[in-house]
């Protein structure tokens, strides 16, 4: 295992450390509130953080890399959402420490480099958690060197064909460069960071 990647493999640890109480603190009364993930709900976005997260967890836990399935469609949250995540979390560490990184991760038939997945979920699930726990106002405060990595990764990958009105990621918002790390990535993958739910 690489530095880089073993420093990413901590930074998510920590990213998924505090996502754990977020997704375990969201009340039924807040599952239909809109979130700054333009179409999803509070319930959709939960559904769609665990779900990928398990699906994550389970491809890098495979020898081969391949991931039980391609969507999170189906996917039922738990009742314990909280303990869903430290498992996940746990799983992909110790995956990651056993050299899953130097195979693909296989989504269905397509697949890509261990190493740039498991920076694309870090991005992910900095950017998704902010938006669940901003959505219900909990407080997010991932380390800022997740970060910062991720601002150096997240460019490479906002190609024309995912970032603009109607694709995966909105259009960039304009965030001053002296902004914290997290408010310039947000901004970045589309997100206002002075977004509020009212």
Same mark, same amino acid.
Not at 65 to 74: F, L, Y
Not at 115 to 126: P, V
């Given at each position: 295992?690489?530095?880089?990647?073993?420093?990413?493999?901590?930074?998510?640890?920590?990213?998924?450390?505090?996502?754990?109480?977020?997704?375990?603190?969201?009340?039924?009364?807040?599952?239909?509130?809109?979130?700054?993930?333009?179409?999803?709900?509070?319930?959709?976005?939960?559904?769609?953080?665990?779900?990928?997260?398990?699906?994550?967890?389970?491809?890098?836990?495979?020898?081969?890399?391949?991931?039980?399935? !391609?969507?999170?469609? =189906?996917?039922?949250?738990?009742?314990? %959402? *909280? @303990?869903?995540?430290?498992?996940? $979390?746990?799983?992909?560490?110790?995956?990651?420490?056993?050299?899953?990184?130097?195979?693909?991760?296989?989504?269905?038939?397509?697949?890509?480099?261990?190493?740039?997945?498991?920076?694309?979920?870090?991005?992910?699930?900095?950017?998704?958690?902010?938006?669940? !726990?901003?959505?219900? =106002?909990?407080?997010?405060?991932?380390? %800022? *060197? @997740?970060?910062?990595?991720?601002? $150096?990764?997240?460019?490479?990958?906002?190609?024309?064909?995912?970032?603009?009105?109607?694709?995966?990621?909105?259009?960039?918002?304009?965030?001053?460069?002296?902004?914290?790390?997290?408010?310039?990535?947000?901004?970045?993958?589309?997100?206002?960071?002075?977004?509020?739910?009212?």
């Amino acid at each position: 295992m690489t530095a880089t990647t073993e420093q990413t493999t901590d930074l998510l640890a920590e990213v998924l450390t505090e996502l754990a109480p977020v997704v375990g603190s969201v009340t039924d009364d807040q599952l239909h509130d809109p979130t700054p993930c333009t179409g999803y709900d509070v319930a959709q976005l939960r559904q769609h953080v665990l779900g990928w997260l398990t699906i994550f967890a389970a491809g890098f836990a495979d020898p081969a890399g391949q991931a039980p399935r !391609a969507s999170s469609d =189906g996917y039922q949250v738990p009742a314990d %959402p *909280a @303990a869903e995540v430290r498992g996940a $979390a746990s799983t992909i560490t110790e995956a990651i420490r056993a050299g899953a990184a130097g195979r693909p991760l296989r989504l269905g038939d397509s697949g890509m480099p261990g190493d740039m997945a498991l920076s694309m979920i870090l991005w992910e699930y900095q950017v998704h958690g902010w938006d669940l !726990a901003r959505a219900t =106002g909990q407080p997010w405060s991932p380390p %800022p *060197a @997740a970060a910062e990595q991720s601002l $150096a990764f997240a460019p490479g990958m906002l190609t024309a064909d995912y970032q603009g009105d109607g694709k995966a990621f909105g259009p960039r918002v304009p965030v001053p460069d002296a902004a914290p790390p997290l408010d310039r990535l947000l901004g970045l993958s589309g997100r206002d960071p002075a977004w509020t739910a009212s």
